[in-house]
């Protein structure tokens, strides 16, 4: 079984940076990837980013360009750096992780993921 376990968020301002890690016992050996979402209040969950064991990444439009996913093998954990924050990037961030359906795909249902962290709340300030 996967566990995971979000940290690294906080309040900061607009055009600021984080960096978000994700601990990822076991995704080291997880062929499906790990990915990130994102939840606003109201608002339904939002997929954000993707890599894969290879390092192979994906991001969502709404991001691209300013947020970046790497893996820290050695810690088995995933970092997200996000640079030049906006406030609409104000949400609770969540790492997932599946068991299936190993495809990589742009904007995967939420339903394919067997595993979430608990997340970490991010609020950027204009």
């Known amino acids: 079984q996967v566990q995971l376990m979000e940290s690294g968020g906080g309040s900061v301002q607009a055009g600021q940076s984080l960096i978000l890690s994700c601990t990822a016992p076991?995704?080291?050996?997880?062929?499906?990837?790990l990915d990130w979402f994102r939840q606003a209040a109201g608002k339904q969950r939002e997929w954000v980013s993707h890599?894969?064991?290879?390092?192979?990444?994906l991001y969502a439009d709404s991001v691209k360009g300013r947020f970046s996913v790497s893996r820290d093998s050695a810690k088995q954990a995933v970092h997200l750096r996000m640079d030049m924050l906006r406030p609409e990037d104000t949400a609770m961030y969540f790492c997932?992780?599946?068991?299936?359906?190993?495809?990589?795909?742009?904007?995967?249902?939420?339903?394919?993921?067997?595993?979430w962290g608990q997340g970490t709340q991010v609020a950027v300030s204009s």
């Open positions: 997932a992780a599946r068991a299936a359906y190993c495809a990589t795909i742009y904007k995967p249902p939420v339903t394919i993921f067997s595993y």
């Open positions: 076991g995704f080291t050996s997880n062929s499906c990837g």
């Open positions: 890599i894969r064991p290879d390092g192979t990444t």
